[in-house]
C-alpha cells in the first residue's frame, strides 16, 4: 500500500476527544511533530467529550488549590466546598467498583489529577467551579459544591472539545477529520511505524514513529455491545458520539496488548426515555434525567426496583441506566411532588414532564403519553401507598449529602432523601438507559505505555482515555473519566514524543 504521499510524524494521536487532546498538546510540548486523526467530520468532532458534562474530579486538600486552577474565571467567595484528598478519591473509587479496580494505575491519575487540571487551565483550557451539581446555597449565598466535584469546564463538554480545538490550533497542530484509522502499522522488530487510514481518497498509511491510541471505546458499535456486554445492549441508546466503535482497541489487542478491564459492563445513565438513538449536538449531555434521588421511581408493571437514595447521584448515576434498561421497555418513571422541584436539575428543562393533581390522574396521563408503552396504574399506585406509608408525614430532606431520612418496612427501601409523594402537582420524567462509554480496553503501565499480557511495553505505542481498561467496573466516580483521558493523555504525549526522539530514524 502506498505511504510517500504522507509526511512522516513523531506522534500520530489516533482520536480527537479530552484524552487525544491532551496527548497531542503534551507531545507538542515536548517538539515532537504531531498530527491527530479525527474519524468524524469536522461539525461531529470531539467524541464523547462534546457529549460529556465536562466534570472533573480531582483531589485537593485546600480550596486555594482549586481557587488557582480557576485562576480568576469566577469569584472564590462565590462557593464553597469539602475538600477532597487522595485518600477519599481513592476510597471512593474502590467503594463504587467493588474493588474492582487498578490501584497502581488509579494511584497515579489521582495523584497527577490537581497538576493536571492546573496544566489545562494554562493551556487555555475554561475551568471553572462546579456550581452546576450544587443544589443548595449556604447562609452567605455561595454555592454549595458536592464534595468529589470540584470542578466544571464552561459551557460544560462542549466548552472543553471548542478550547482544546483551539488550543491544538493555536499551536499548529494539523487534525485530519474523516480521517478513520483501521490498524496499526508495526516493523519487523515490533516497533510501531504508522497508522493504517481510509479518508476520501481511500485508505494509505500515515508513517510515524509512534502512536497515541485515544480513539474511545465500542460503546456505538452494536454488534461489540451484544458480544460483551449482553443482547440487551444491541439497540440501547447511545448518548455520546455514534463514532465510538472500537475497530482501533481490536487493532491494538491484535497488535499484542492485553485486554484488560471489565468488558461485561460500562457507563450508562439514565437519560431522557424519548432521546434520539445517538447524542444530539443540540442538546449533548442536557438529556440527563440524574434527579431520581428525590424520585419514586417505577417501572411499567408500576413498583419500584432501585433504591433511589442510595447514595449522590454522582456516585450512584452510572449503575442506574443499567437498572432501567433491564425493566421492561427499558423505562423508569421518575414521579416527583412540588416539594422536590426546587431540587431538579436545569437539564429536565430539556423535556415536557407529564403533570397532574393527582396520581391517579398522572398514571392515566403517563399513560396516554407514552402509549403504546403502558405503565400497571393499579399497582403503581398501590406502591405509592406503601411508600408513603412507610415515611413520616413531614420530613425535611438535606439535598446535598445523604441524610438518612429513610423508609421504615418497605421490601426495598428508600434510605436518603425519603418524603412522601403528597403535595401536588405531581410531575413524571420517563426515563431509559444512555450508553456513554464501555469499562473494557487495553492495558497500559503508569507511564502510559501499552503493554502485553507478560507486561511487556509495545514499542512505540501508547493509550489513553476511555481505551484503556482497568479502571472501572459496573459502576463509576462522576467526573473520573475526564481526568482518566487528561492525565493518562498528558503523559501518553509527553512520554511518545520522548520515545519518538530517542528512536530517530524509524526503519521503513
Not at 181 to 199: I, P, Y
Amino acid at each position: 500500500m502506498p505511504s510517500n504521499k504522507s509526511p512522516m510524524y513523531d506522534v500520530v494521536v489516533i482520536g480527537a476527544g479530552n484524552a487525544a487532546m491532551a496527548a497531542a498538546m503534551s507531545a507538542h510540548e515536548e517538539g515532537a511533530s504531531v498530527v491527530i486523526l479525527e474519524k468524524a467530520p469536522k461539525e461531529w468532532r470531539g467524541g464523547n467529550t462534546r457529549f460529556s458534562g465536562g466534570l472533573f474530579r480531582v483531589a485537593f486538600d485546600n480550596i486555594k488549590q482549586i481557587d488557582q486552577v480557576v485562576a480568576g474565571r469566577s469569584e472564590p467567595d462565590t462557593v464553597v466546598m469539602p475538600t477532597y484528598t487522595k485518600e477519599d478519591f481513592r476510597n471512593d473509587v474502590i467503594r463504587v467498583t467493588g474493588g474492582r479496580t487498578d490501584l497502581e494505575l488509579v494511584d497515579f491519575m489521582i495523584d497527577h489529577s490537581l497538576e493536571t487540571l492546573q496544566w489545562m487551565s494554562d493551556l487555555g483550557i475554561q475551568v471553572n467551579y462546579n456550581t452546576l451539581s450544587a443544589l443548595t446555597k449556604d447562609e452567605k449565598g455561595r454555592y454549595r459544591v458536592p464534595k468529589g466535584g470540584p470542578l466544571r469546564t464552561n459551557h460544560d463538554g462542549i466548552g472543553l472539545s471548542d478550547d482544546w480545538f483551539d488550543v491544538v490550533e493555536k499551536a499548529g497542530i494539523p487534525v485530519l477529520y474523516e480521517t478513520m484509522a483501521l490498524g496499526l502499522v508495526k516493523s519487523d522488530d515490533g516497533r510501531t511505524t504508522g497508522v493504517r487510514v481510509r479518508d476520501n481518497d481511500g485508505e494509505r498509511v500515515i508513517e510515524c514513529r509512534t502512536a497515541v491510541v485515544a480513539s474511545g471505546g465500542f460503546s456505538s458499535s452494536p454488534e461489540m455491545r451484544s458480544m460483551y456486554l449482553g443482547p440487551e445492549w444491541a439497540n440501547v441508546k447511545v448518548r455520546g458520539t455514534r463514532f465510538n466503535t472500537g475497530e482501533i482497541i481490536r487493532a491494538t489487542i491484535d497488535a499484542g496488548a492485553e485486554a484488560y478491564g471489565d468488558w461485561s459492563s460500562c457507563h450508562a445513565t439514565p437519560i431522557d426515555f424519548e432521546a434520539p438513538q445517538y447524542g444530539d449536538m443540540a442538546l449533548t449531555d442536557k438529556s440527563n434525567r440524574l434527579s431520581y434521588p428525590f424520585s419514586m421511581m417505577v417501572n411499567c408493571e408500576g413498583e419500584r426496583f432501585i433504591d433511589e437514595g442510595e447514595d449522590i447521584k454522582i456516585l450512584t448515576y452510572a449503575k442506574t441506566g443499567r437498572a432501567i434498561l433491564k425493566q421492561t421497555n427499558s423505562i423508569g418513571y421518575q414521579i416527583f411532588d412540588s416539594k422536590v422541584f426546587q431540587y431538579l436539575e436545569p437539564r429536565y428543562s430539556t423535556a415536557t414532564p407529564v403533570e397532574a393533581d393527582t396520581l391517579e390522574d398522572l398514571a392515566d396521563k403517563i399513560n396516554e403519553r407514552f402509549a403504546p408503552v403502558e405503565m400497571n396504574k393499579k399497582r403503581f399506585l398501590e406502591t405509592a401507598r406503601a411508600f408513603n406509608d412507610a415515611i413520616p408525614e413531614k420530613v425535611d430532606i438535606t439535598p446535598d449529602h445523604k441524610d438518612g431520612n429513610s423508609s421504615k418496612g418497605l421490601e426495598l427501601e428508600k434510605t436518603n432523601w425519603a418524603q412522601r409523594l403528597d403535595k401536588p402537582p405531581y410531575r413524571c420524567y420517563a426515563a431509559t438507559c444512555g450508553l456513554t462509554f464501555t469499562f473494557g480496553g487495553v492495558r497500559v503501565n503508569t507511564d502510559a505505555e501499552v503493554v502485553d499480557i507478560n507486561g511487556r511495553r509495545l514499542e512505540g505505542l501508547y493509550a489513553t482515555g476511555e481505551v484503556l481498561g482497568g479502571f472501572f467496573s459496573f459502576n463509576y466516580p462522576a467526573g473520573t473519566g475526564l481526568v482518566r483521558g487528561s492525565v493518562y493523555g498528558r503523559v501518553a504525549g509527553r512520554n511518545a514524543a520522548r520515545y519518538a526522539k530517542s528512536n530517530n530514524p524509524v526503519s521503513k
